[in-house]
C-alpha cells in the first residue's frame, strides 16, 4: 500500500483466496507498471478489492481467470489505473453483489472490455460505475444474450459492441 517506487509487484501464487486477503494491496503504488499474474480460480468476499487503486503507471493488466465470484471480490480495482488500456477478459457467466463495481472508473484509456455474464441484473450493483470516465471510444466484447444497455454502469457510451459466439 502507497509504495510509490515499487516497479515490480511480487509473485501472487495463491489459487484459493480468503476475505480481504489482497485488499488494498498496491493502493497508490504509482510506479508499478506491471501487475503479478493472479491465477486463483477459487475467490473470496473483497479477495481483490482495491488492489490497483491509483496505480497510475499501470500499462497491463493481470489475466481473471475467475469464472466463480464473490461479492466485492474485483470492487474497484482498477480505480483511476489512467494507463492502463485494455481491460482483462472477463470470463464469468455468474455474478455476484458489487462484484464488478467500480472496477474500471476514471480509467480513462480503457477502450477494450470483454465479457461472458448474459444479464445487467444478476446480483445487487454488480455493475454499478465500472466504466465511468473510460475511453470516449473503444470496443465492448459480449455474448449476444446481453442487452446492448449503456451509461455507467452498462457499456460505455459511444463504444463499438461486438456480440461473441
Known amino acids: 500500500y502507497n509504495c510509490t517506487g515499487l516497479t515490480t509487484a511480487p509473485a501472487l501464487p495463491a489459487t484459493t483466496l480468503a476475505t ?21 480460480m477459487t475467490l473470496a468476499t473483497s479477495c481483490y478489492q482495491y488492489m490497483f487503486y491509483g496505480c497510475t503507471s499501470l500499462t497491463t493488466a493481470p489475466a481473471l481467470p475467475a469464472s466463480t465470484l464473490a461479492a466485492s471480490c474485483y470492487n474497484l480495482m482498477f480505480y483511476n489505473c489512467t494507463s492502463l488500456t485494455t481491460a482483462p477478459a472477463l470470463p464469468a457467466t455468474t455474478l455476484a453483489t458489487e462484484c464488478y463495481r467500480a472496477m474500471y472508473q476514471h480509467c480513462t484509456s480503457i477502450s477494450s472490455i470483454e465479457v461472458s455474464f448474459t444479464s445487467w441484473t444478476q446480483a445487487t450493483n ?13 470496443t465492448f466484447t459480449k455474448p449476444a444474450a446481453l442487452a446492448a444497455e449503456y451509461g455507467t454502469s452498462r457499456i460505455p457510451t459511444g463504444w463499438t459492441v461486438v456480440n461473441k459466439e
Open 20 to 40: 480481504g486477503c489482497y485488499l488494498a494491496m498496491f493502493n497508490y503504488c504509482t510506479s508499478l507498471t506491471t501487475a503479478p499474474a493472479l491465477p486463483a
Open 126 to 138: 454488480q455493475t454499478a460505475y465500472w466504466v465511468t470516465n473510460v475511453a470516449s471510444s473503444g
